[in-house]
């Protein structure tokens, strides 16, 4: 799903908003997020996730054409954990093994 295809679906579910307001809305959202993590923060979505951001530290890489040695700078990358009911929801609400303790083979 784009950007775009998600403000469209969100003006067809929410009829009384102007679908300006709603690409508003949905922009804002992105953009505080971008925001917060530009920032080092942590932003978690109950039942959705959490973003972070993770340190890769510099390090030797290869060229993969010629071979040669090629230094990469350390940088920060986006990261996201997905929260246990996206996951669940996912997975079609199967139970993790960790989960299974009951018997139900009696």
Do not use: C, W
């Not at 403000?7 to 505080?32: C, G, K, M, W």
């Not at 925001?35 to 080092?40: I, K, M, P, T, V």
């Not at 246990?84 to 609400?93: E, P, S, T, Y």
Request: hydrophobic share 35%; proline share 4%.
């Amino acid at each position: 799903m784009t950007k775009s295809e998600l403000i469209l679906r969100l003006a067809a579910l929410n009829p009384h908003l102007y679908q300006r307001d709603v690409e508003r809305i949905v922009s804002t959202i992105f953009d505080e997020i971008t925001e917060a993590l530009a920032a080092g923060h942590r932003v978690e979505l109950r039942g959705f996730g959490a973003f972070s951001v993770k340190r890769r530290d510099a390090r030797i890489g290869r060229n993969p054409r010629t071979g040669t040695a090629v230094e990469v700078a350390e940088k920060y990358v986006p990261f996201f954990k997905t929260g246990k009911q996206l996951r669940d929801r996912l997975n079609g609400g199967v139970d993790t093994p960790e989960d299974d303790d009951d018997d139900d083979d009696v």
